[in-house]
């Protein structure tokens, strides 16, 4: 299959956002996973440089206490408007 744009997309988002978040706690990680999506409507996203990025992650359960983890992804190449990604990160329990 060969996927063919017509024409550049020329309105891009700088930041993606992350939806639809998915818990799986096992006895030692949380395995999480999100679809990524560009930030602003309307715009595309694209990241070419295949390098990976800090990324935080902060866990807060119903009682108000908070842990967060430092880790880091490979953000996707290309996210059509509109369109999402997904990211599975697993992250060390405690």
Same mark, same amino acid.
């Given at each position: 299959?060969?996927?063919?744009?017509?024409?550049?997309?020329? @309105?891009? +988002? /700088?930041?993606?956002?992350?939806? $639809?978040? *998915?818990?799986?706690?096992?006895?030692?990680?949380? %395995?999480?996973?999100?679809?990524? @999506?560009? +930030? /602003?409507?309307?715009?595309?996203? $694209?990241? *070419?440089?295949?390098?990976?990025?800090?990324?935080? %992650?902060?866990?807060?359960?119903?009682?108000?206490?908070?842990?967060?983890?430092?880790?880091?992804?490979?953000?996707?190449?290309?996210?059509?408007?509109?369109?999402?990604?997904?990211?599975?990160?697993?992250?060390?329990?405690?």
């Amino acid at each position: 299959m060969l996927w063919v744009r017509s024409e550049a997309e020329t @309105k891009l +988002a /700088e930041k993606l956002s992350a939806t $639809r978040p *998915l818990w799986k706690i096992d006895p030692d990680s949380i %395995v999480l996973k999100l679809s990524l @999506k560009p +930030a /602003e409507n309307g715009k595309g996203w $694209r990241y *070419l440089t295949p390098d990976l990025k800090p990324l935080s %992650v902060t866990i807060t359960s119903k009682d108000g206490t908070s842990v967060s983890h430092a880790t880091s992804f490979r953000p996707p190449p290309y996210i059509p408007s509109g369109d999402t990604a997904d990211l599975k990160l697993v992250l060390p329990r405690g």
